[in-house]
């Protein structure tokens, strides 16, 4: 017996016409004898206007109280609408089909509000429904607390709700039907010579992902990784069956047979900045800016220390969040005397270019390959951070597309 779960995304249930579509494509998996649950995301567009009318601005505007469980009510009602229709669609084309709300499952989670993480799914009574022949539709982004309350898992978080789902079911694939047909080498609107990934490792797509590759939410990723269940990305727009819509497959890397050096090339525009000129050259420095960061919960990612022209002073260059930003800025203002800096400057138009890829634990040069192309064209390295499959660089947010498409081809990528 096969259990197959099936995660359609905001585009893909974004009216009555392509929730018929999603249905149909459920439809020939049922008629394989699959043993199918279908995660959803509310239509597109509807969970954004939900958050307008309980988030800060809205909810000031309108008089309501800002709070965080009755967030979760109001913003994870757009699944619950997309849950039903499906439902009723595939029961109106005589299939038997019937919703499954976060509660119902349960899907469990923890009480973070607007952020929770599943901590549990029974898979007992889904399991049973599913293995009788009914296909259960599950609202994707909702869960309920231990104590009864519902909780929505954070944006984008339908990929992992139809993950988790996936490993409490052990089913043997969980398909992710989206508006683009796989997991690209790069994004395909700035190097129109991207090419699909027929597979991808768990790490190289988590990487992909935490570096700005919009397709899968990070802890859908994780999730995978960590119980092991396949996951494939495909596009939903094509027919049911089309022998040309296989998508790419998110597995392990042993299962990998084309091993490749680097598998894609991401950019992210979310970071900017931040530059200390003139520091003390002393133990404790370093310690006591990145303490007063952490304490204000302000995320940092590259970190670059230099020395400065004049002896015993160092500058130092770190990114944040563009949202934290200013208030980095202002942190460091507050602790000028204590960390002992002459200046401090922000800049926001940055990018980071990255490339990822797990044959680079085997081979040399691919750092090299990258600083060399960059600088084949003229553009400047201003930090660097890397990991075991990935390298990093920050430059000028204006040549953002060249760098990406100097990469591209560097690594040879279009012949993927
Ligand atoms: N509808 C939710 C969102 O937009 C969850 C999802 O679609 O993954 O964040
Ligand atoms: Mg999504």
């Not at 192309?373 to 003229?378: I, S, V």
Request: hydrophobic share 45%; aromatic share 4%; proline share 2%.
């Amino acid at each position: 017996m096969t259990r197959l779960v099936m995660k359609f995304g905001g585009t893909s249930m974004a009216d009555l016409e392509r929730i018929r579509r999603a249905a149909r494509i459920v439809a020939a998996e049922a008629a394989m004898g699959k043993k199918v649950a279908v995660v959803v995301s509310a239509m597109a567009g509807k969970t954004n206007e939900l958050v307008a009318w309980t988030d800060g601005a809205g909810a000031a505007a309108s008089g309501l109280p800002m709070s965080d469980d009755e967030y979760d009510v109001v913003v994870g009602s757009g699944e619950q609408v997309t849950a039903g229709l499906l439902a009723m669609t595939l029961r109106n084309m005589g299939l038997n089909a019937r919703s499954w709300m976060g509660w119902q499952v349960p899907i469990v989670t923890d009480d973070a509000h607007g952020k929770a993480r599943i901590e549990d799914i029974p898979p007992e009574k889904l399991g049973a429904a599913v293995d009788a022949g009914e296909i259960a539709v599950i609202p994707g982004f909702q869960g309920v607390t231990r104590d009864g309350k519902i909780t929505t898992l954070g944006r984008g978080g339908s990929d992992t709700s139809a993950v988790a789902v996936a490993a409490a079911l052990q089913a043997s694939r969980c398909d992710i039907y989206t508006d683009v047909d796989g997991v690209y080498t790069t994004d395909p609107r700035i190097e129109a010579k991207a090419r699909r990934l027929e597979k991808i490792s768990y790490e190289e797509m988590l990487e992909m992902a935490s570096l700005g590759a919009k397709v899968l939410q990070t802890r859908s990723v994780e999730l995978a990784m960590a119980h092991k269940v396949p996951v494939r990305v495909l596009s939903s727009f094509a027919e049911p069956g089309a022998a040309d819509n296989s998508g790419t497959l998110v597995c392990d890397e042993e299962e990998i047979v084309e091993k490749r050096i680097v598998s894609g090339v991401a950019y992210s525009r979310d970071e900017a900045k931040v530059t200390l000129l003139g520091l003390p050259d002393q133990t404790g420095v370093p310690a006591t800016i990145f303490t007063k960061l952490a304490d204000a919960n302000v995320n940092v990612d590259m970190i670059v220390q230099s020395q400065a022209r004049t002896a015993d002073t160092t500058n130092m260059i770190f990114t944040v969040g563009r949202r934290d930003a200013a208030r980095a800025v202002e942190i460091m203002k507050a602790n000028q005397a204590e960390i002992g800096f002459e200046e401090v400057r922000a800049d926001e138009d940055v990018a980071k270019i990255s490339v990822v890829g797990v044959g680079m634990r085997s081979h040399a040069g691919v750092a090299q390959a990258m600083f060399k192309a960059l600088a084949d064209k003229g553009i400047k390295i201003q930090a660097i951070s890397t990991s075991e499959i990935k390298i990093s660089v920050l430059i000028d947010a204006a040549y953002t597309e060249l760098a990406v498409r100097a990469l591209h081809a560097a690594y040879g990528l279009e012949q993927v």
